[in-house]
């Protein structure tokens, strides 16, 4: 079997993924919900049990900045739908979806996503990375385009968080 496009993949997941990681070691809850300028999209109760994101179709313009819950929340969900229209059953909603409020659980929620993307990569080969998959928005897309996908969206967000954690710290030390 081929599995040089694979593995490739797969070093590029990991690499993307050990970079993410390292940026997001010992948030704490007043880092995560940090809002750095006034105005901004986050993660908020909805006057009940649930929480939710910030979000609006169409987006407003210029869109809101994003908090740092926002971005790693966003990251999650991500993960999660795209595991579910690419290999699970294609049944559940953003609105399904179970919105953590604190650093270590978004973190968490996260990496469960990210375990299974990954699983459904490590069960590929070269040829597998061809096949059709189905998003969330109802396109089908090559197997490949949805890890790679998930690559540019864990280096895109885990580069703003890095950046808005330095600004974290810059901003408690004045």
């Excluded at 699970?88 to 996503?113: R, Y």
Aim: charged content about 25%.
């Amino acid at each position: 079997m081929n599995h040089i496009a694979t593995n490739l993949l797969k070093d590029q997941t990991d690499e993307a993924w050990k970079n993410l990681t390292g940026l997001l070691e010992n948030m704490s809850d007043d880092e995560f919900f940090w809002e750095p300028v006034p105005n901004c999209w986050t993660v908020h109760s909805d006057d009940g049990d649930r929480w939710v994101v910030d979000y609006a179709k169409p987006a407003p313009d210029p869109p809101p900045f994003t908090t740092i819950c926002w971005r790693l929340v966003h990251l999650a969900s991500c993960k999660w739908m795209y595991y579910e229209y690419a290999f699970g059953p294609a049944e559940l909603t953003w609105d399904d979806l179970d919105v953590p409020h604190t650093a270590h659980d978004a973190i968490s929620w996260l990496t469960d996503g990210h375990k299974l993307l990954r699983e459904s990569l490590d069960g590929m080969n070269d040829d597998g990375l061809s096949e059709m998959r189905f998003t969330n928005w109802g396109d089908s897309w090559p197997t490949w385009r949805i890890f790679w996908t998930m690559v540019s969206h864990d280096l895109h967000h885990g580069a703003e968080i890095g950046c808005l954690r330095d600004l974290y710290r810059a901003s408690q030390h004045k």
